[in-house]
T-cell receptor, first 115, second 113 residues
Framework: GESVGLHLPTLSVQEGDNSIINCAYS??????FIWYKQESGKGPQFIID?????DKRQGQRVTVLLNKTVKHLSLQIAATQPGDSAVYFCAENWMTLGGNEKLTFGTGTRLTIIP | DVKVTQSSRYLVKRTGEKVFLECVQDMDHENMFWYRQDPGLGLRLIYFSYDVKMKEKGDIPEGYSVSREKKERFSLILESASTNQTSMYLC????????????FGPGTRLLVL
């Protein structure tokens, strides 16, 4: 899951298994969430998004689940492959008191796929 | 596909130097953003721009300025680089308001000596 601190949470998964990466978000007013994948030496890459009026959304091999009651987001990756090894982080979109929209990013989880 | 490019992948500068980081997007996006990414701190927003010649401060604007003279280009300027500005700098763009997905460039890793 997400963590504040110097070390990223890590998750090691056997190739072919499913993985679940968790994210606890902070603002109950957040209305849009995004999962990003960041490979070493590269910028973050969009994976999947979900709006707050949904609790599940599926993509190719990925599923995002949203539990607004406990402010929890998860990313499920099916049949993991070596190319899935990366840092994954979630982002939440919310409105500030000043009326500006803001995107806040989590610190990320490092996923390692074991061949 | 959206393409966001950054002028340099790696930069080494000395304390006190003026540093320019350039970002270009080719999808006619209105919004552009500059973040820095540091271990354990995630991405932090420095500045953003919703239109040409418009700029707004993000969470950590101190020590930085920006310029957006053309829609496709957003520059980050370190007026007098300091060692605590050593970081990975990421540019992003999005089509409309922040609520839409932001697309990122590859990043510039800056080392200030």
């Amino acid at each position: 899951g997400e963590s504040v601190g110097l070390h990223l949470p890590t998750l090691s998964v056997q190739e072919g298994d499913n993985s679940i990466i968790n994210c606890a978000y902070s603002n109950s007013a957040s209305d849009y969430f995004i999962w990003y994948k960041q490979e070493s030496g590269k910028g973050p890459q969009f994976i999947i998004d979900i709006r707050s009026n949904m609790d599940k959304r599926q993509g190719q091999r990925v599923t995002v689940l949203l539990n607004k009651t406990v402010k929890h987001l998860s990313l499920q990756i099916a049949a993991t492959q070596p190319g899935d090894s990366a840092v994954y982080f979630c982002a939440e979109n919310w409105m500030t008191l000043g009326g500006n929209e803001k995107l806040t990013f989590g610190t990320g989880t490092r996923l390692t796929i074991i061949p | 596909d959206v393409k966001v490019t950054q002028s340099s992948r790696y930069l080494v500068k000395r304390t006190g130097e003026k540093v320019f980081l350039e970002c270009v997007q080719d999808m006619d996006h209105e919004n552009m953003f500059w973040y820095r990414q540091d271990p354990g701190l995630g991405l932090r927003l420095i500045y953003f721009s919703y239109d040409v010649k418009m700029k707004e401060k993000g969470d950590i604007p101190e020590g930085y300025s920006v310029s957006r003279e053309k829609k496709e280009r957003f520059s980050l300027i370190l007026e007098s680089a300091s060692t605590n500005q050593t970081s990975m700098y990421l540019c992003a763009s999005s089509l409309v308001r922040t609520v839409e997905t932001q697309y990122f460039g590859p990043g510039t890793r800056l080392l200030v000596l």
